[in-house]
């Protein structure tokens, strides 16, 4: 099975700072990752498929990059909605697998 | 408006036997692929089972292989998890979720676009 590493798994932030999670696969998935975010609560939501493609809706803040086995996410400005927990996703094999999550707190 | 909705989360004995379900609105359920994905308390997400828009392709976490059976009606526009021989490990909010599909120069993938809120299971003595 594909093994999805995160890091930071926590990673504390100031409203308006730039910050950078990344998502490492233990084989080349190509682009087939996904990110979301998580809400205690609620429901997932996707904010970025096939690794740099931004869901409808989602907020140009937030963008992604990677191929192979290296991806990031990056939100440009924290908004206080953004304090979350960050999930990169891999949809290569036939079962799919989460990173452990990133949880993004205020500072 | 599209919706999924999960039921039949409960307190279950270890050793027990529970049926999930989660219905389909707004959208063309047999059109599409569905999954669970589970996330236990103080966990992350865990992804447990896929299932084909005819339901002829089923996959299944390794670690959950031989307890859980997942199915759907497209009928009745409905997702069901059948879950055998309960463990307290296996309590968790569990989650459907929609496969969208989509295109690009890598070929076809998919991402999990749509959630249900979640239903909870408890196993416990």
């Known amino acids: ?15 308006g700072d730039r910050i950078t999670i990344t998502c490492r696969a233990s084989q080349s998935i190509s682009t087939y990752l996904n990110w979301f975010q998580h809400k205690p609560g609620k429901a997932p939501k996707v904010l970025i498929y096939a690794a740099s493609t931004l869901q409808t809706g989602v907020p140009s803040r937030f963008s992604g990059s990677g191929s192979g086995t290296d991806f990031t996410l990056t939100i440009s400005s924290l908004q206080p909605e953004d304090f979350a927990t960050y999930y990169c996703q891999q949809s290569y094999g036939t079962s799919y697998t989460f990173g452990q999550g990133t949880k993004l707190e205020i500072k | ?119 909870t299971v408890i196993v416990s003595s």
């Not at chain 1, 099975?1 to 409203?15: C, E, H, K, Y």
């Not at chain 2, 390794?62 to 309590?91: F, H, P, Q």
């Open chain 2, 1 to 119: 408006e599209v919706q999924l909705v999960e039921s039949g989360g409960t307190l279950v004995q270890p050793g027990g036997s529970l049926t999930l379900s989660c219905e389909a609105s707004g959208f063309t359920f047999s059109n599409y692929e569905m999954n669970w994905v589970r996330q236990a308390p103080g966990k992350g997400l865990e992804w447990v089972s896929y299932i084909s828009s005819s339901g002829s392709t089923i996959y299944y976490e390794d670690s959950l292989k031989g307890r859980i059976t997942i199915s759907r009606d497209n009928a009745k526009k409905s997702l069901y998890l059948e879950m055998n021989n309960l463990r307290v490990e296996d309590t968790a909010v569990y989650y459907c979720a929609r496969d969208n599909s989509y295109f690009d120069n890598s070929g076809a993938g998919y991402y999990m676009d749509v959630w249900g809120k979640g239903t």
């Open chain 1, 1 to 15: 099975d594909i093994q999805m590493t995160q890091s930071p798994s926590s990673l504390s932030a100031s409203v």
